[in-house]
């Protein structure tokens, strides 16, 4: 049987426009050639491509979106120091442990911090009655909520409104290292600290050298406590850094305090 001729191409008449069909289309593929027929003759088939192209594009600038999002949190995780990394994941621990228990907001980051003298507290008010110290005090500012929470026995202690700014008191643990040779300079430094209720000295102890001329402040809460960090360089006098020094221990405080010769 002879085959037809492949010479010209086949032109096909549509409703709105006429379109050339290749030969090899014309006679070599039947099936697409109905396929683009009903594609180009149908105003719901083309409007339904359009409507694929715009998913498909949404999808790609949604993942392309992702993926920088996930990259600028890569590179905010590895600007932070290995402490500010460990309160962060210990952070995250904590809250994930408590949302066990309740329902928490997820649209915003509470403050967290350490009740140190639950007596006191529970003194000026009775939403502390049986907190104890070591207990965590979790509040959401944005939704009026504050929580707090024993991790060791793993219990919500109380949990109400936010009716009381002292109730949002953030405490900033701190430890503080002499560097010098003079004795008694860091038991002087932690009897001023702990007179503000602001401040929870973990401990005091020598730096590993002692020979340090100013003071250091490191801050290694990650940024989470700034009015703290702030209050504490105007008490030393000096700008906080974020970097231990070369040779000195790293430590489990929000903030490092290396006493120098002044």
Excluded: C
């Excluded at 088939?45 to 993942?63: K, T, Y």
């Excluded at 793993?154 to 405490?171: A, M, S, T, Y």
């Amino acid at each position: 049987m002879e085959q037809p001729a492949l010479s010209q191409n086949k032109k096909i008449k549509t409703d709105d426009f006429q379109v050339t069909i290749l030969p090899s289309i014309a006679y070599g593929r039947p099936r697409l050639k109905r396929v683009l027929l009903f594609l180009l003759s149908n105003a719901a088939a083309r409007l339904l491509i359009v409507l694929l192209l715009g998913v498909a594009i949404v999808f790609v600038w949604s993942w392309l979106n992702y993926k920088y999002a996930e990259k600028e949190l890569e590179i905010q995780q590895a600007n932070l120091s290995p402490q500010a990394q460990v309160i962060q994941k210990e952070t995250g621990n904590l809250l994930e442990r408590l949302g066990r228990h309740m329902f928490l907001p997820v649209d915003e980051k509470p403050v967290v911090a350490s009740i140190v003298d639950a007596k006191v507290l529970a003194q000026s008010n009775a939403f502390y009655k049986n907190a104890q110290n070591g207990d965590k005090i979790i509040v959401y500012v944005n939704s009026q909520l504050a929580i707090i929470y024993n991790p060791i026995a793993d219990k919500i202690v109380n949990v109400g409104p936010l009716i009381d700014e002292e109730v949002i008191q953030e405490v900033l643990v701190v430890e503080i290292r002499n560097g010098t040779k003079i004795s008694g300079l860091a038991e002087k430094l932690s009897g001023q600290l702990k007179i503000d209720s602001s401040f929870d000295v973990l401990s005091i102890s020598y730096a590993e050298k002692r020979n340090y001329q100013k003071n250091i402040l490191i801050d290694l809460s990650g940024g989470s406590k700034k009015d703290l960090i702030k209050k504490l360089e105007s008490i030393l006098g000096v700008s906080a850094v974020t970097t231990t020094p070369v040779g000195e221990k790293n430590s489990k405080a929000e903030a490092v305090i290396i006493l120098g010769n002044k």
